[in-house]
């Protein structure tokens, strides 16, 4: 049976904040989307609503064994004041990957693309306009059975809230200090690195924090196995350019394959650049750092775009990057990229979809 | 300033539920413990109040991060009415070992199980009395702000529920079937492995499920880096007796600190037997079985205490333990632990703890 979208408007809109200082994930818009999950119905009642609290009981089992996942996109308002996703079905299509590592059931990508469209429609007063601002979508999962029994749950709930958004490089683009962080690990072959489960970012708090108490802004993940290759920065992916060549971690599994990461691969593909998705040790980067090849390192994610990384701080050793200024293929990753989101610069790929 | 218990009594107490038909975790109680957090107060308005749901922003970091921790533990009554505890207090360390791995700020150990103990008092009367069941005991911690920056929050929730619970054992004690899990991996050095964190149990799922479709009650988890050494079994720790020793994994940090496990160490020791702790690869544990000195295998968890193992599936051989009969070890510390858990034999160690 086809899902039907019901729509119940707010009575009363709130107050909008003020779009100069937005900042990231504080506000939130008059609607949000919401599903519910049975076994007996599968995923039923998809409708938009006013944005309100969740009741659940307290022993629903995300508070007890950690069932959630979530996406991360954005709508882009255009000068001509349309409304842009990018690429929105490849975060729908990761949604029902994480659903599928931590036994979710999957949910109708296009369904949820489309009842994602009207939400935006409704809330679209909310979509900022600022040069860098922007719509934040959050869609997550979670489950809501009643039972401390370990196993996957019979109930689940799946909301979409957005929150208008910052430009990131209010100030301007800076680059980061990065610890390569050699005591924790975020992931390892085996377990949910490739997925986007709450879990994920729970157990990557910890060594964030102690990278912030040395002064490093991020921390760089090395693999779970030897403890030398390279995964990710942070919560982004990350590239390198050394001597000419473009290199980022291999998807092995443990490193989430990310929406920008994938499209900055496809853009330097489309330039005509030697790209390598491969396995890339600490060892391997340092030599080239000492041979002066390692010429820029840069993040790359929903929030930030591209992340310039102007130093890494590795057993020791400080691997200073463009002498800590924004690298010419960083920079021109990052205007292409937000040029093709906001509209400004041609699509050849096809990547922005118009909500209507 | 020391915290000061609020209690407010429920007006209309529940149905009980048949106590002869518990399972569990499916029925709860008529009042819960709720503690707040937040940045400036830190723990404050510690309730017991009457069980009721839980209501938070759609944007409260626990759906999104999980930051989200819990313990397990359960009441006795014993055949003289009297309630008894087993060994609290190191559930109540073992809580702030978990918050402190994923950036939780700690709690008062010696408050919380003082409440706790007031919240059995109030809910005495559902503590089941027939032969093997219990009252278990759910404190749980998760973050509550509504943020969507990856940080560790700045507010949370702890609860402490209570499930009344039958018989682990209510057809006898069985030997279970378990796979040696060879593709997913449940915890890494470095990672959260010894923290009992939501997102260890969501990332066990699908191993779970997979070995269930083979036609295996658990899953024995192996190391997260060379694939050979034995961690735990399900949500369990697990003891190895061969040729007259007994072995278990010795703690990594991957693996938890299991109060079951704890006793059962003292316990051996007590009687004088040879115990190791130590890394034990499945390949000396096969070549021991084909020597025919495999003799016994239990894993030990609150909730089943002893859970006697009789068959090892690995890599496609079939270790079949002690004729899949309960062993004689096996049998007598799950005789003596539950037995002190009770009430009925000796606690030479001072294990239980009496609910005035």
Chains 1, 2 share one sequence.
Not at 32 to 47: H, L, V
Not at 155 to 181: C, F, N, Q, R, T
Not at 339 to 353: A, L
């Amino acid at each position: 049976m086809a899902l039907q979208l019901d729509v119940v408007l707010t009575k009363e809109k709130k107050e909008k904040p003020d779009f100069t200082q937005l900042g990231f994930g504080q506000h939130f818009t008059d609607h949000m989307f919401i599903m519910d999950y049975s076994a007996e119905k599968g995923w039923y009642d998809p409708r938009i609503v006013p944005y309100a609290p969740v009741t659940l009981d307290p022993a629903a089992m995300v508070f007890h064994y950690g069932q959630a996942v979530f996406e991360g996109l954005k709508a882009y308002r255009t000068k001509d004041n349309r409304i842009l996703l990018f690429r929105p079905e490849k975060n729908m299509q990761r949604l029902n990957t994480s659903n599928e590592r931590i036994s979710i059931p999957p949910v109708d990508e296009a369904f949820l693309l489309d009842a994602l469209q009207k939400l935006i429609e409704v809330d679209q007063e909310w979509v900022p306009s600022a040069p860098g601002t922007s719509l934040y979508i959050r869609p997550f999962v979670f489950s809501t059975e009643p039972y401390l029994g370990v196993r996957a749950s019979h109930s689940y709930k799946l909301l979409i809230i957005l929150s208008p958004v910052g430009a990131y490089y209010g100030d301007g683009m800076k680059p980061v200090k990065i610890h390569v962080e050699n005591k924790y690990v975020r992931a390892v072959r085996g377990g949910t690195g490739n997925a986007k489960t709450a879990g994920n970012y729970a157990a990557s708090l910890k060594a964030q924090n102690e990278a912030k108490d040395l002064g490093y802004e991020q921390v760089l993940w090395l693999d779970g196995v030897e403890g030398k290759y390279i995964e990710e920065v942070g919560a982004m992916n990350v590239f390198f350019k050394v001597n000419g060549e473009i290199w980022t971690p291999a998807l092995n599994g443990s490193i989430l394959d990310g929406v920008t990461r994938n499209s900055v691969l496809q853009l330097l593909r489309h330039w005509g650049l030697p790209v390598y998705e491969k396995r890339i040790s600490m060892e391997e980067l340092y030599e080239a750092y000492t041979r002066g090849e390692l010429e820029e390192v840069f993040g790359t994610g929903t929030a930030a775009v591209i992340s310039p990384v102007g130093e890494l701080s590795w057993n020791g050793n400080q691997l200073r990057i463009h002498e800590q200024q924004v690298g010419e293929l960083t920079m021109k990753l990052y205007e292409t990229l937000t040029g093709i989101q906001y509209g400004e610069v041609e699509d050849p790929f096809g990547w922005t979809v118009q909500v209507n």
